[in-house]
């Protein structure tokens, strides 16, 4: 079964997600001129199918986490943009920005508690 995108292959004979004619088409896009060798051909597909399947069931345990037995976008969305830097076109992302936390390096809180620290002890002392 080819997804309608073209990509997906879930034959009986084959227990891979993409197809070698999908990777060929790709690499056509980048260098027309380029052929792989079949041992890189297989490599690519093994990487495609790890991180295929790496990314799934990341995305599952967020839904999880949700306490949601849906998959929804958000979850891949979520998982691909913080670990990855992956955008997904056509899906908005301002959600999960307004949930990102920043990070405080220590040394800036110190810093910061310093200049706290001496600008009490300055209006203590002139009070």
Avoid: Y
């Avoid at 949700?66 to 990855?84: G, I, M, P």
């Amino acid at each position: 079964m080819t997804s309608p995108g073209g990509g997906l292959d879930m034959t009986e004979n084959s227990s891979s997600l993409i197809s070698k004619r999908k990777i060929q088409e790709m690499v056509a896009q980048i260098d027309p001129s380029e052929r792989l060798e079949p041992e890189v051909e297989d490599i690519l597909l093994e990487l495609a199918d790890e991180f295929i399947e790496s990314v799934t069931q990341f995305a599952c345990r967020l839904a999880t986490h949700r306490k949601s037995s849906t998959l929804e976008v958000k979850d891949v969305q979520l998982h691909l943009e913080r670990n990855w830097n992956i955008r997904i076109p056509g899906f908005a992302s301002e959600e999960i920005r307004s949930v990102r936390k920043s990070t405080v390096p220590s040394s800036h809180t110190q810093k910061l508690t310093a200049v706290n620290n001496a600008k009490a002890a300055i209006s203590t002392t002139t009070k």
